[in-house]
């Protein structure tokens, strides 16, 4: 029997986790593999590939997911190999629907396991899989990527050009954490890029209860200190890993708008259903 489920739990060391679950199988692993987290927190490696890790795992059959911790000890169980490893009918309508926007070169940034990168060249598209992290990369060569590059995005200065679409799928348009340096990636590239060029980026509404490890009082409490309310300070962690904290940030589809405005590219179109569900934008120079 298949059901699904919210779990709120309060720990006694004052870690709030909010976990959902397809089934009761995932209820017991999530749930246990949460706690075994907490408790390994002092022993924990937290300068670690964790995401690589796991996606390592993933692509050697494993199926724990990955967990997202906020810096507030808020946790929430990732979207682990349903969605990271999913087959191109699998993928959230939104992204399937992208995927008739690609034009030309491209190339998968924050690639994971490389399921967009393995789509695309399927279909014959020239496309290159972009992760920081080696285990990811390590793990998409494995699945068959044949480009996997291994770098920071933001190495990648000159190359970008070369390039005539970004995708930036599993809400990588967060990736560079704030709006400022968003803004500073989208306008460098829009020199670099060639007119025709295009983006899909991918984010979850903050405010609609879809996107990881962000709910309303993390959101009202970024109002009140200034911020954009779908800032947020992360880590992952995975069986005793956990990486660096790294910013990220969520937007709605009307912030995506206006976020980029004056950065040389505009939002030509929305990709998604409903409020809830991640959307794809598509970026279209000027
Ligand atoms: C949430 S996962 C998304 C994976 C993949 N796009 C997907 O949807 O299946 C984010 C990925 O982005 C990578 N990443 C984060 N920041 C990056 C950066 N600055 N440059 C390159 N990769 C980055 C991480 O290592 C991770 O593999």
Request: proline content about 5%.
């Amino acid at each position: 029997m298949t059901a699904s489920a919210t779990l709120i739990h309060e720990y006694e060391c004052g870690i709030t986790a909010k976990i959902q679950f397809s089934d009761v199988t995932d209820v017991v692993r999530s749930y246990s593999q949460t706690i075994d987290l907490r408790r390994a927190r002092q022993h924990m490696d937290t300068s670690a590939d964790a995401f690589g890790r796991a996606v390592m795992d993933w692509a050697r059959g494993g199926t724990d997911p990955e967990v997202y911790e906020r810096d507030d000890s808020y946790v929430d169980v990732g979207a682990g190999p349903d969605l990271f490893l999913a087959d191109f009918p699998d993928w959230p309508s939104s992204e399937r629907k992208a995927m008739r926007h690609v034009r030309g070169r491209v190339i998968d940034v924050g690639c994971g396991a490389g399921r967009v990168a393995l789509h695309l060249q399927q279909r014959g598209v020239d496309v290159v899989g972009l992760d920081a992290s080696p285990l990811a990369i390590r793990a998409s060569r494995r699945r068959g990527v044949k480009q996997a590059w291994c770098a920071p995005v933001e190495t990648l200065t000159g190359t970008i050009g070369s390039f005539h679409t970004i995708v930036l799928f599993g809400n990588n348009f967060g990736m560079f954490g704030s709006p400022a340096r968003i803004r500073e990636v989208l306008t460098a590239w829009s020199t670099q890029m060639a007119p025709e060029a295009r983006i899909l980026a991918q984010s979850s509404n903050p405010y609609a209860g879809g996107a990881p490890a962000l709910d309303r009082s993390y959101y009202r409490q970024n109002k009140e200190r200034g911020l954009m309310p779908g800032q947020c300070r992360l880590r992952v962690r995975y069986h005793g890993l956990a990486t660096p904290w790294f910013p990220w940030l969520f937007v709605s589809r009307n912030e995506m708008r206006l976020l980029v405005k004056g950065t040389g590219w505009h939002l030509s179109r929305v990709l998604g259903e409903t409020p809830r569900d991640a959307y794809v934008g598509v970026l279209e120079r000027d």
